[in-house]
């Protein structure tokens, strides 16, 4: 006979089962980042530094924005000031456009029941930039907490990622890539426009030229920054060594996607910047500069 031994009910919880779905353990969602798979953690994330803070900074970034380039897009006045057109209204095309003097008023389309020009036009680069990788990431984070930060619990019980509407949308960036291009050949123009005085005489140039040079600038770097320029430019190619052209020109377009992100701010803060300068002019706050 034994001595000091006890004996126990073999338990009925398989080996190696997490404690959390044991009939004893807590009950658990069965799907997302408390689903039976996934490691039983109760706090929402165990990060103890500012994660919350390039969310919230995004955030209010996007959101200022938003809201500036909406109340410019409805207000449909103070978008030109000779020589210089607001980036958000140019290419006009609509026919209630404001004379601009040899700018990009292509007046294509009517009136359009009196709205404002800028409703024709901004679709193109707002949707550029709308299915921008960078800027899913940052308003997917921002807004929609998919997830908020790197090990971070995404408050969503499931995720379908980009697979269905209205996501999927997302999958069109290419398209408007090649629209962001005829945009920005656009206001190329209306940038070389700027070196004009009020009269139309070339070889002169203010502070709007300025302006205008330094966000055409940056809107070329951005958009040819953009993951779809490189891959369209070398993505296919299987032998770069047959190809030395593109693969150089590759290379140029690898250096600026690294800086993605940081060009993906400054030209949305300089269209921003360049758009106000036209009003504040045009409307008569103060008179542009002009240094010969």
Not at 194 to 212: K, S
Not at 234 to 240: I, N, P, V
Not at 255 to 283: E, F, T
Request: with cysteine.
């Amino acid at each position: 006979m034994a001595t000091g031994t006890t004996s126990s009910t073999p338990s009925s919880t398989p080996p190696g089962t997490p404690p959390s779905t044991s009939p004893a353990g807590p009950a658990r969602i069965a799907h997302g980042v408390g689903s039976p798979g996934r490691a039983a953690i109760s706090a929402p994330h165990l990060r103890t530094d500012r994660w919350w803070l390039p969310p919230l900074v995004s955030a209010l970034g996007l959101a200022a924005f938003i809201g500036y380039s909406t109340w410019r897009a409805f207000a449909n006045t103070h978008y030109y000031a000779a020589p210089y057109v607001s980036p958000f209204y140019s290419p006009c095309l609509a026919s209630n456009c404001t004379d601009m003097n040899g700018g990009a008023d292509w007046h294509l389309f009517g009136n359009w029941w009196g709205l404002s020009p800028a409703l024709l036009v901004l679709i193109f680069p707002l949707g550029f930039r709308l299915t921008c990788y960078y800027y899913r990431k940052t308003y997917y984070r921002a807004f929609w907490l998919s997830p908020p930060a790197c090990a971070v619990a995404e408050p969503h019980a499931s995720y379908t990622g980009e697979t269905r509407l209205p996501l999927i949308l997302q999958n069109i960036h290419r398209y408007f890539f090649y629209l962001a291009v005829v945009v920005a050949g656009i206001l190329s123009y209306d940038t070389v426009l700027a070196f004009r005085d009020p009269h139309g005489n070339w070889g002169h140039a203010g502070l709007g030229t300025l302006v205008l040079l330094v966000n055409i600038i940056l809107i070329w770097a951005y958009t040819l920054s953009c993951h779809s320029c490189r891959h369209i430019i070398g993505g296919k190619l299987r032998h770069f060594s047959a190809h030395p052209v593109r693969y150089r020109m590759w290379g140029w377009v690898g250096v600026l996607n690294g800086r993605h992100m940081l060009l993906a701010w400054s030209s949305l803060i300089s269209v921003g910047v360049a758009d106000l300068y036209v009003y504040l002019v045009s409307s008569g706050a103060f008179d542009d500069p002009r240094f010969f």
